[in-house]
């Protein structure tokens, strides 16, 4: 079931002093108690309630965090690693008070290698800057959530987006961390080779870890060659249906679509009205093609072929950058058009990914669903992994609606989960889905990660209340 | 240092004793202490002394696996699991006695699903038995080492070979496995979406774990669809640095080239004396290109151009698919073809991957360490990602021919990890690279490690005695 919190508790008074006393002559201001800057740290982008932290300190190199974990380490303190504060399951709601580490000033890029193709960044590093600064190596990093959030947050919650059908997800990105452990220690858990079968997948372990298990302060990546053409286009379908057999078709005819992106009409409404386009209000795909030109163009033909015997209604093409860049900047806002439909309204979104050969049957239900529930809801998804996102668009003090919402996320994760599908292809387990994670994972399954986390954090200090712990 | 093994030891007799009778009604004339069978499941393919184990159950299904498994957990004995006892660093030594647990009958092809380009194989059905069964799928399964491995020794080493640099390795393929605990517990690791965010990536962290965490029973894997045109070459060259010099130009022009493989003229040499060919003794490529006709001739453009630019003396191509499966058969065969260039050798081999900007100079350095060595040597590489193995071609009863050989390996792998490298990019660590793992994790990676191998395995009964176990 979708979690509410418990209530919030909060560490001994005199170890959270002893914690302050302990990094003050480190930090200086950059540690403070303000209570704007522990509210502003106890909040995501969701409709869960703050939980505001006891103190929020902002590190400013590997060593400070090192110095920080160990300092909360000594008087076991809860130490919650903050990023931009984009995620969507609570996260970064201090559920048991502590210290908020925020790496936002984190933001050196460290190394870039155009040779290898690779590069080396601080975690409070976010996307854009990080694409922005490699503007002129003909590189780019593609892994494109919404939010413009922290690569070390990305890392940290196993963030996707929409480039993962052709570039993967941070998973596949990231080729070595430069982790603090619970107890402080540093370590860097691999070397930058592109495969290694030297010991266990330490990098693995630790993304999607949330802040459970240690603190993320460097990432190296992957980049890949900005591609010599790139092609972008919009096409309405008659149905639901029709756009995502569009979807499955291109996937198993094998096409390297790079963006293949559905929005449903009251998601193509929200966008209209917030990002001023005038898209058709119709099922929608968002596409994008790279390649060199023959290849990119060989590839637009076999997905319009597809697309006809679906009866879509044409490709309409973003001819220059400029409108390329508007057609992602409506597609990456979608989440923000779809709150502002419902002016004061919080939301919460579903994250659910299935086979693809399911994918159909299940949107159809979810949309028979959501056209039965009386909660505002529109609907988007990176279809081309079998990922959808229904956004629940509600009012925060209206605890009926928020009751009908999480009703049918319930519905909606039972579903995916019989059709051999996941709670959350991209957003991570917070504290929003933990209930789910039991349903999905089984008890032996949940088991193993719990005898993870006490080997890696034996006192609980890391995120705590977060993906199994409780 | 490359380790050697210190004197195997056994559990007590009261203890096996005790495994062997709870364990003989469920499995009959499957448990067996025969001295043949025993002494068969001892050895790999490489150099490393046998250690039989003390008793070989042949195990048919993922319950008989945790039978077995539990029946050992009681008793404290040690569990090896055993595929086809392919791999190169010791993994099937018996170090502390124990039980083989052996999976090569757990042959059943569970599931395919064309739809979702997916299938649920158990652990012992091998890459070349797979990809006879999907042959009428148009689907093919892409991971491809030297040996005919089983599937589930192949996820457990992390296993790639020579189509990973376009199709990746076993990370990268497996989206969920079947594992029994060191307990007995049978525990899923993930659904079958493409991605997923739920919790701690058990999958990620049972590949390559090499059955010191439980033994993988079943694997559910990516598969590919065939490509409409494949294109393979050979391709010879003036010197080494000329064909290095033409694969990493072709990784950083970004071709999604299938496969780049370099033998050294020494491999191409035993090349032509096992596989009867008769290619030019000097560094060559051998070279694949997959996509459909157009897009697979532009990438050959491309290629031929930098390979021109380089020297080589012209693509010879494999015209028919015969033709094209002699060719990668002659590869494929290139660690059995270097062991007969000497009547008796066993064989060693490093397994270094570096970033491919140092690739040049870490082979033409490794180049002439094995001139200048009395060792005889082969080299043979996945170039594309920037592995590639010195084969040591020795004779077992030569003591000071194997310490000549290991000072070698030791220099290779001093170099590849001074280079950022790794030292295993593909064979493991088993206990021949204990040593190795140190230098590259550092006490403190090693340690995370040690605590993840406590944590899943506390009574240490899971392959005892490699990668981090003493």
Redesign the interface.
């Known amino acids: 079931m979708t979690a509410a919190a418990a209530p919030q508790t909060h560490p001994p008074a005199d170890a959270l002093a002893a914690v302050l006393d302990a990094l003050r002559p480190l930090l200086g201001d950059r540690l403070t108690t303000s209570a704007a800057v522990r509210e502003q740290h106890g909040r995501d982008e969701s409709y869960h309630d703050p939980m505001p932290p006891d103190a929020v300190a902002f590190a400013e190199s590997t060593e400070e965090v090192a110095a920080i974990v160990r300092a909360c380490a000594e008087h076991r303190v809860p130490v919650i690693p903050f990023g931009t504060g984009t995620s969507l399951e609570g996260h970064v709601a201090a559920l048991k008070g502590g210290l908020c580490l925020d790496v936002s000033r984190m933001t050196e890029i460290v190394a870039v290698?155009p040779?290898?193709?690779?590069c080396t960044v601080q975690a409070g590093v976010t996307r854009t800057q990080l694409n922005e600064h490699l503007r002129d190596t003909g590189l780019f990093f593609p892994i494109a959530p919404g939010a413009d959030a922290s690569i070390g947050g990305m890392a940290a919650?196993?963030?996707?987006g929409t480039n993962?059908v052709r570039y993967?997800?941070m998973?596949?990105a990231v080729l070595a961390l430069t982790v603090v452990?619970a107890d402080g220690?540093?370590?860097?858990?691999?070397?930058?080779?592109?495969?290694?079968?030297?010991?266990?997948?330490?990098t693995?372990?630790f993304?999607?870890?949330e802040g459970t298990?240690g603190v993320i302060t460097e990432v190296t990546l992957r980049l890949?060659?900005i591609p010599e053409c790139i092609l972008s286009a919009v096409c309405p379908f008659p149905s639901l249906k029709a756009a995502v057999d569009t979807v499955?078709e291109t996937?198993?005819?094998?096409v390297p679509i790079a963006r293949i992106e559905l929005l449903d009409p009251n998601q193509m409404r929200a966008v209209n009205a917030y990002s001023g386009t005038d898209y058709a209000i119709a099922p929608t795909l968002f596409l994008e093609f790279h390649?060199?030109e023959?290849?990119a163009r060989?590839q637009v033909g076999m997905v319009e072929a597809i697309a006809g015997e679906h009866g879509a209604k044409g490709f309409a093409w973003a001819d220059t950058l400029e409108e390329r860049t508007k057609l992602w900047a409506a597609r990456h806002t979608a989440y923000y058009a779809g709150l502002a439909l419902k002016p004061g309204a919080k939301g919460f979104s579903s994250?659910v990914?299935?086979?693809?050969?399911r994918l159909a049957a299940c949107l159809e239900e979810t949309e028979a669903d959501c056209a039965a529930s009386p909660v505002t809801t529109a609907i988007v998804g990176h279809v081309g992994?079998?990922?959808f996102h229904v956004l629940f668009i509600v009012d925060p003090d209206d605890p009926e609606e928020i009751a009908a919402a999480r009703a049918l996320n319930d519905r909606i994760v039972e579903r995916a989960?019989a059709m051999?599908?996941?709670?959350?292809?991209?957003?991570?387990?917070g504290y929003g889905?933990m209930a789910?994670?039991e349903a999905?994972?089984?008890p032996?399954?949940?088991?193993?990660?719990r005898?993870?986390?006490?080997?890696?954090d034996p006192h609980g200090i890391m995120n705590p209340g977060k993906?199994?712990a409780p």
Chains 1, 2 share one sequence.
């Not at 051999?420 to 387990?429: K, S």
Request: contains cysteine; glycine residues 14%.
């Open positions: 290698r040779e290898d193709m690779d919650t196993r963030a996707s993962a993967g997800t998973r596949e452990t220690r540093i370590v860097r858990t691999a070397r930058r080779a592109r495969k290694s079968a030297a010991g266990y997948d330490l693995r372990l993304i999607g870890s298990l890949h060659g499955i996937i198993q005819t094998g390649g060199t023959a290849f060989e994250d990914c299935v086979p693809i050969s992994d079998g990922n989960l051999e599908g996941t709670c959350t292809g991209e957003h991570g387990v889905k789910f994670l999905e994972h089984g032996d399954g949940l088991a193993l990660m005898a993870v986390k006490q080997a890696l993906i199994v």
